[in-house]
């Protein structure tokens, strides 16, 4: 299963760094931004689970940066700060995020509010150990695809390709939000790498098949869809 993708936007270097490293320790996937409108962009292109945002940004503020976050998304937010009034807190908590921690913190703390916000916003869709697209069914525990009877042979690589693509089903994801869940936001080489995966998963899953499952939407990118659609 692919690891939970957490970005910390916090301009202080040393605590981006320092919750970077713990963070990565504990099996996260991390991405770091050091100001609200680089957050803002990585939240579009890549696409986190949750998002440890500090409220005294540069530019924009953490509580400016929550609200625009609100109108396209509701990603988890749990905010993280020095400063500790009530009013901060309760105007963080109604613009809309999940949860709100004051530093100095303890990380043990900070990693179960962590969570927790995870289990709470995960659809029920997500939840399941078994994601279903038509006559393709892809069982989490067993690490097991089958299309129809037929069990399926994935690299590991196309395996978390797919099921990122299945935990998406509907939603047309673009290269660059596929790049930055699945090869990681570091990653370094040829950027068609994910065109050149999606053609080996077609290979194995669509090619024998009438009914096309992955379809490229022009321009955009990729879908997963379980209407019958000529690609």
Known sequence: ???????????????????????????????????????LRKIEKYVPDLILLDIMLPEIDGLEVCRKI???????????????????????????????????????????RIRAALRKR??????????????????????QVFRGKEAIELTKKEYDLLEYLLMNKGIVLTRDQILGKVWGYDYVGDTNIVDVYIRYLRSKLDEAYENKLILTVRGVGYIIREERNEN
Do not use: C
């Open 1 to 39: 299963m692919l690891p939970k993708r957490i970005l910390i936007i916090e301009d202080e270097k040393q605590i981006a760094r320092f919750l970077e490293l713990e963070l990565k320790h504990e099996g996260y996937a991390v991405d770091i931004a050091y100001d609200g409108w680089g957050g």
């Open 70 to 112: 609100r109108q396209f998304s509701e990603v988890p937010i749990i905010m993280l700060t020095a400063r500790d009034e009530v009013t901060d807190m309760v105007m963080g908590l109604d613009i809309g995020a999940d949860d709100y921690i004051t530093k100095p913190f303890v990380i043990e703390v900070l990693f179960a």
């Open 122 to 143: 995960i659809p029920l869709a997500h939840n399941s150990k078994v994601l279903i697209s038509g006559d393709l069914r892809m069982d989490l525990l067993k690490h």
